[in-house]
């Protein structure tokens, strides 16, 4: 389904080309004792690794883009792209790095003077920011309206992968979904709901789904206003998927606040939760009622904990889901920024079949079947068959793009 997404085969002559590459380095940052910053993992920069190696071995001149964190349009010194071009001198890449496009409030408001400002000079485009291609941001969309562009092996990689899940998933086919925001994934779960055979949920986001069959889930975290959704998801569900909701959980006392550490109690619960306590962690039951669940499936498709894994008091059900997908034959996919954290903790990253860099972009690719940033890649790939400028086009122009390339 994603044939038409051109890869960095189909861009012309790359020897010599200034290609601008977007790529993903959202990394995580540490001081050291001086007080610089350093990159405390990166994992995101080895992960750009393959792009960056197949272009600069070519010929290309590269330059790298990438968001930092969420600096809001304004220059943060704290999260200056600085020590990622360290970091990439330190691993031998000889690129440049352009600082935080997110310092510019035209990234995220899609300005075309921004992506102006991001093309000027370069000859070629490659998007390889799986991670940013549900956001149309200037320099997701703009460069491949007007450069020939590619996607990189990263982006590819995670279509390759993703497409098993969206487009004809082997069957029984389970989702478990899990972690806080019941509202932002919920679309995701009713459009899965008419894909998938099972549906496995924990998390924060169960209390709501409880809520919503009229159970007592005392002090759990409840999105009071989504609780009519799940209404009519779990009334219109197709009699052949069955929902699994948990039966019981391990909850903290509430001392206010919903800082972790202020649970001093904890207790375990069977089906209702009495008043003053909230619910952090599915409970033994739910735990193997889930593992039974994912036990057997054929695609498993995980996002979000099943608890406040951080702590280890609430992260037994998280391990358990999680050694569950590993430790079955089907195919795993797991993706989000905390449950691949979940994963990396668990030292199960081998386990998996495939881990998305993105967490809503994984979902918002599985909803909708296409994301903003490679509809603009599609479109680059059509002119560039259509138009045939340049060197290149005579090569390409007699055969199809290659999408699949490994
Ligand atoms: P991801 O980053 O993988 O997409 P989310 O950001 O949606 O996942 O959710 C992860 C967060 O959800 C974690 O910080 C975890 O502590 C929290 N969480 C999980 N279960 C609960 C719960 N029962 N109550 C409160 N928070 C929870
Ligand atoms: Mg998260």
Redesign the pocket.
Known sequence: MFEDVPALEDLPEVGGARVLVRADLNVPLSRSLSGDLLVADDFRLRAALPTLRWLLSRGARVTVATHLGRPKGRRDPNLSTDPLRQALGNLGEDVEVMENVRFDPGEEANDPRSGAALVRGQDLFVNDAFGACHRAHASIVYPPSVLPSAAGRLLHAELDALAHVIEAPRRPFTVVV????VADKLGTIRALARKADRIVVG??MA?TFLAARGREVGG??VDASEIGHCEALLGSLDPNVTIELPVDAVAGKVAGGHDPSSYGEVRAFGEEIAAGW????IGPQTRSRFAQAIDGSATVLW????????DPRFSAGTRDVALAIAGCRGYTVAG????LAAVRALDLVDSFDHLSTG?GAMLSLIEQGDLPGIAALREAGRRMRSQGAGRAAALHATRPLQARSR
């Open positions: 899990g972690g806080a925001k998390g924060a209390f759990s975290t909230r619910g952090l962690d996002n979000g904990p099943m608890g406040v894994f951080e989000g920024g905390d449950t967490g």
